[in-house]
Nanobody, 119 residues
């Protein structure tokens, strides 16, 4: 079974940057869409960004121009570069692997990494 482990979270000041990583093991992810999701306390989980097997990306409007999703298939790793961070970005961030396209169900999830942005 595929295992996903996020890392790179932390506490930063508003305007700062973080790079999240998601290391996959137990199988290759190269043929599948991968995505980053986040959930803040008291709020529903939301999709942040996706990248498909061809490298095409999507972003939720609130992070466009600030976040960049990428993948390194040789390392079986997904990344999220987060720049110009805002307090509203504070959340637990999760990576996930879809069963097919980016719009199909996400079958595998990591444990999450906390991102906290202070004013």
């Amino acid at each position: 079974q595929l295992q996903l482990v996020e890392s790179g979270g932390g506490s930063v000041q508003s305007g700062g940057s973080l790079r999240l990583s998601c290391a996959a093991s137990g199988g290759t992810t190269s043929s599948y869409c991968m995505g980053w999701f986040r959930q803040a306390p008291g709020k529903e989980r939301e999709g942040v960004a996706t990248i498909n097997s061809y490298g095409a990306t999507t972003y939720t409007n609130s992070v466009k121009g600030r976040f960049t999703i990428s993948r390194d298939n040789a390392k079986n790793t997904l990344y999220l570069q987060m720049n110009s961070l805002k307090p509203d970005d504070t959340a637990m961030y999760y990576c996930a692997v879809a069963g097919g396209s980016c719009y199909s169900r996400y079958n595998y999830w990591g444990q999450g990494t906390q991102v906290t942005v202070s004013s």
